[in-house]
């Protein structure tokens, strides 16, 4: 399996090719564990070149998402072909992860997440008695 890595806005963007599944599922595990202790705690999986995953392939992605979440991140999904998408709905994993059609709308989502938010100008907590 090629895990290619590229950055978008501060972003780590991880396009694993091929199958997810016993074999291969390490050195997607390794690679993300590496991203999140070198401090990259925001990651997109662009999934669009897995054809398959299987229930390691699986645990590396879980592995991956709770190691992120442990360092106040989050490691997303993207673009998932049918079999990989059925597998997540099969499983109910797509209530654990956040999923999105396209790369570009996950990092969004990021960037969305992470803007402050405004407060309401002149608004005064009152308190009850």
Known sequence: MTVKLRDATGVAVIEPEGR??????GALRRRLKDLIEGGRHQ???DLR???????VGLAALVSGL?????HAG???LAALQDPVRMIFE???LYRTFDIHE???DAVEAFARS???RPHAAGVQSVARA
Not at 49 to 55: A, I
Not at 66 to 70: F, V
């Open 114 to 116: 992470m803007a402050p």
């Open 43 to 45: 990651i997109v999986a």
């Open 20 to 25: 997810l599944d016993a074999r291969t599922a």
């Open 49 to 55: 070149r897995v054809e398959f995953v299987d229930s």
């Open 74 to 76: 989050d490691l997303r």
């Open 90 to 92: 099969i499983t109910r």
């Open 102 to 104: 396209d790369p570009a």
């Open 66 to 70: 709770k190691l992120a979440r442990t």
